[in-house]
């Protein structure tokens, strides 16, 4: 019976270090899983970096999760032993209004499992059996890894409800705007833009289908925009950065009448905006957080072959090398988009 397990913890900013960590005792609907690919989120770098708003340091890291369940407790009937799966890292209270009506990522008492102490790089993995989903047979680990990200930008394109034909622009070529990139276009949007300041990633998001792209270093967005639609601006705007100046832009280049979601996490929150535009242009800001239902969405989204999550990832490295990768995704010119940790080979 395994009792501990090395668990990468982020002990000061910056550094990565290995600790055990007891595996706590399955509970009756708990399941095991032999972890099997971790994918690093950018919200693990403001973890990192000792800059999220809601995690103070020393803290686990890790959250987007896929392995094979290896033990089942007494009550389990969802999923069995050797089943594939990704690992949705919510943990809610079940009691709230919110949970009550379904919202529970609204949940009074939301957290996550690596804020309770279970970060995600690292051999072993306890969850109920709630919050496991079965892969479908041609899904990878990686592509299990990679449907966290993924629903965050289902959630928020179903936030945004754009209409049929509806053009979209979104700030931010990490993965989070390139996912955001694939499943608005598959809500239906016509043109879809994505500003950023990588090549790289610019590059990706024209392969991936975008209709165009603009460096932000080089040009202005918002005219780049304006210029790209009659003057008019674009229906539905995706802010996936989470600074002042890409909220402004996404404010900016909507359509009158149109909406911006907001995704990104700002490490700094209190920023000004421009606020005569709201009224001026009858514009909408929405948040977006998280996903509710929205595993189950990307899980079929992956089985009928409409997304290739596993395109944005760039490096991989062994478990031992959690530090190296975050260190790569700090560079300044990073060569990484995404980033995979591999736990275990098989
Ligand atoms: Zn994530
Ligand atoms: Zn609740």
Redesign the pocket.
Known sequence: MIRTRPMAIVSEAGVITFQDMPLPELGPSDVLIKVKVVTI?G?DLHIFKGKHPAVDLPAPVG??IAGEIVTVGDSVSRVSVGDRVAVEPALVCDRCVFCLRGDYHLCRHISFQYRRGQGGFTPYFVADQRWVHQLAENASYLEGALI??MS?CVHAVRRANPGFGDNVAIFGDGAIGLFTLQAAQLAGASSIYLAGIGEQRLTKALALGATGVVNSLQADPVAYLREQTDGLGVDRSFEAVGIRQTLVQSLQSLKKGGTAVLIGLFEQPDVSLPANIFVQQEIGLLGSQGYAWDFQRTLDLIASGRVQLDAIVTHHFPLDQVQQAFDLLMQADTPAIKVAVIVDED
């Open positions: 989120c919200s959250h987007e966290e990200p965050v």
